[in-house]
């Protein structure tokens, strides 16, 4: 392969790393990556929810806009011309 990387080279690649960091924070690297990648999945699902629950209080607070205007409207005496 030009310009790609080996199976030996990713090998000695993995062995250096190994060495440097140790197996012990490369368990806890991979458990926190493992949780930030579960933790964004599960707010992407509960995105949609949020949003649908938003704009059904939108529309609750269009037609509560509504209905008080209304109100106002019929409590506010007409101002003569």
Do not use: C, H, Y
């Amino acid at each position: 392969m030009l310009g790609g990387i080996s199976l030996w080279q990713l090998a000695i690649l993995l062995v250096i790393v190994v060495l440097l960091f140790g197996t012990k924070k490369l368990r806890n690297l991979g458990g926190d990556l493992g949780g930030a990648v579960k933790g964004f999945k599960k707010a992407m699902n509960d995105e949609p929810k949020e949003e649908e629950k938003k704009l059904e209080n939108d529309a609750d607070f269009a037609e509560t806009d509504k209905t008080e205007a209304k109100e106002q409207a019929k409590d506010e005496p007409k101002a003569d011309k």
